[in-house]
C-alpha cells in the first residue's frame, strides 16, 4: 500500500495532493479531480427544486463539491460534502449525471483546472446544524433559476437537462 493511501482524509481534501490517488476499494483518480451533489427534491406539485451554496472566498452560487475521499466512492465522497457544505442527507447516484470544469484558485493565487463529476443527491433531511453552518449562504431553487445563477456554462448545462430519477 503506498503512503498515499495512509493519508488521513482532511490531507485529501484541503492540500495538493501530485499525480494519482490510489482510493482504497475504488480505482485511481486524478489530482484534479472533485466529486459533486446535485441536491435535489421534489415539491408537492410535482415540481423540482435544487440546492445551491455560495463558495467561501467568491461567494458564487455553486452546488458541494470537493476532493476525493480515502475509503469513499465518489458518489459517497459527493453525498459527505452536501453534508458539510449545506447539511443535506439523502441518496446519491451511483453514477455521475455529468462533468464540468472550473479553474481551482489555490492558495498561492495560481489557477489549475479542474474536473467535478456531478452525482445527483435526493435530500431526504436538511439539518439545521452542520460542520460549515455560517460559512455559506443556501438556496432552495427552480432548475430554470439555478442555471442563471451558476457560472460555469457546462454546469449551466448539467442544471439544464437534470431530469430526476
Known amino acids: 500500500m503506498s503512503s498515499r493511501q495512509h493519508l488521513h482524509r482532511r490531507d485529501l481534501r484541503h492540500g495538493p495532493v501530485h499525480g494519482l490517488l490510489a482510493i482504497p476499494g475504488g480505482d485511481a483518480r486524478h489530482e484534479n479531480d472533485q466529486f459533486a451533489a446535485l441536491p435535489w427534491r421534489r415539491q408537492a406539485d410535482g415540481s423540482i427544486k435544487v440546492l445551491l451554496i455560495t463558495s467561501r472566498e467568491s461567494r458564487r452560487w455553486v452546488i458541494p463539491k470537493g476532493w476525493p475521499m480515502v475509503g469513499r466512492t465518489p458518489a459517497q465522497a459527493a453525498a459527505q460534502e452536501a ?14 449525471i455529468g462533468a464540468y470544469t472550473y479553474d481551482k484558485r489555490l492558495r498561492d493565487g495560481a489557477a489549475r483546472p479542474v474536473t467535478v463529476q456531478v452525482f445527483a443527491l435526493e435530500v431526504m433531511v436538511e439539518r439545521l446544524s452542520f460542520p460549515e453552518h455560517g460559512q455559506r449562504e443556501k438556496r432552495w431553487t427552480s432548475l430554470e433559476q439555478a442555471v442563471e445563477l451558476v457560472d460555469e456554462a457546462e ?11
Not at 83 to 96: H, I, P
Not at 155 to 165: S, V
Open 155 to 165: 454546469l449551466k448545462a448539467i442544471l439544464r437537462d437534470f431530469r430526476p430519477f
Open 83 to 96: 453534508y458539510e457544505e449545506a447539511g443535506l442527507v439523502g441518496e446519491a447516484a451511483a453514477r455521475a
